[in-house]
């Protein structure tokens, strides 16, 4: 029974996804004589955490029963007061733990104020799907730069567009809903200039219902981007123009563009590109735990080769175009021997419409 109620922390959890980034998402469950008495999950940034949200339902019932949450009860102040204080003054008799919070500064201290008030504290159940749940969060709290998801969409040949250019759209209604999905939980999506003026697009979260809008970050290293385009022109999301120095001097004269939700970001350069390792420290101290690449070859491989990308989600369709000059999902100058190439490990494959999504994670 244990498993079956750390498995309801994990599902609860997962509604806090898009919402309370960069926090962790997590799922509280109670338990008294083996009925659920109260369930809680972070629900916003700043708001409740899980363990405060259901205690706050269990009220003097909690007294003597048993707690699941997937991540190490908070044993500071933030936002909100520390849940294991909360913890300790509702008299729970058990706590069942998945892991233990990621933070150094914070790893353990929850859970050993908890069992030096006498309440029995197991750690360790289901701790991989915990992990793997809060995985942006883990690499964010652990590294100080997001998680970084590269997402493309090829043919079975593996052509991200015709010779001509022509990309829109390779693959069906229901992939794309699946990336308006990845839109919806990410803290931010990354294009670079060419695919901006390419396809002009609005990066944001079209779906049915209260969603989140990422931060649209676009790198246009000397500001040429029109100004009616989309992620300049419109105020569906928050946009963070990223270009040298030298550009945003002259562009930050542009009144018209700072009334628009439009914020200029100056990072480094690195032979003659903008230093894409900077730009993600920069992020990191903004507080965006999670980046969502929607680039073309060209940033891909350079996202790639500067080691900035955890994990890949390609979508393939049924569909051949052929084309020796046609381009491809990673480019760049590519690798002189396959023993040196980039190795990662599925993690999901399944069909969504008529197409095959297939997720991997960047080895270490």
Excluded at 126 to 148: G, V, W
Excluded at 162 to 169: F, L, M, N, V
Excluded at 174 to 184: G, I, L, Q, W, Y
Excluded at 347 to 358: A, N, W, Y
Aim: with cysteine; hydrophobic share 40%; charged share 25%.
């Amino acid at each position: 029974m244990d498993q079956h109620w750390m498995k309801r922390t994990l599902e609860l959890a997962k509604q806090g996804a898009g919402w309370v980034s960069p926090n962790p998402m997590v799922g509280c469950v109670i338990i008294k004589n083996g009925e659920v008495i109260a369930e809680g999950w972070h629900a916003k940034f700043g708001g409740l955490h899980a363990e405060a949200a259901a205690l706050a339902v269990a009220g003097k019932r909690a007294e003597g029963a048993t707690l699941y949450v997937n991540l190490e009860p908070c044993s500071h102040f933030g936002k909100t007061p520390p849940c294991a204080d909360a913890i300790i003054r509702h008299k729970l008799a058990r706590v069942v733990v998945a892991m233990e919070d990621p933070n150094p500064k914070i790893a353990g201290r929850g859970i050993q104020r908890i069992r030096k008030a006498g309440i029995a504290v197991e750690v360790g159940l289901m701790e991989e799907e915990a992990k793997d749940l809060n995985r942006s969060f883990i690499h964010y709290i652990t590294h100080q730069t997001p998680y970084c998801v590269m997402k493309t969409a090829v043919t079975m040949d593996g052509k991200t567009g015709t010779e001509t250019g022509d990309s829109q759209w390779i693959t069906g209604v229901d992939a794309r809903k699946e990336v308006h999905r990845m839109r919806h939980e990410m803290d931010a999506v990354l294009v670079g200039t060419g695919t901006a003026l390419a396809d002009n697009p609005r990066l944001t979260t079209r779906l049915e219902g209260e969603v989140s809008q990422p931060i649209r970050v676009v790198l246009d290293r000397n500001g040429v981007l029109p100004r009616t385009h989309h992620v300049l022109a419109d105020e569906a999301a928050k946009t963070l123009w990223v270009m040298n120095e030298k550009a945003a001097r002259t562009i930050r004269e542009e009144v018209r563009v700072s009334q628009l939700g439009v914020e200029i970001l100056t990072v480094t350069e690195n032979d003659g590109h903008l230093n894409l390792r900077d730009l993600f420290d920069k992020l990191g101290r903004r507080g965006v735990a999670s980046v969502l690449l929607e680039s073309g070859g060209s940033l891909n491989a350079a996202m790639l080769h500067a080691g900035l990308v955890q994990e890949v989600v390609l979508f393939m369709a049924p569909k051949i175009v052929g084309g020796k000059n046609a381009k491809t999902a990673v480019e760049g100058i590519g690798i002189p021997v396959l023993a040196d190439c980039l190795n990662l490990e599925f993690t999901d494959i399944r069909q969504v419409g008529h197409d095959l999504m297939i997720r991997g994670r960047v080895k270490a």
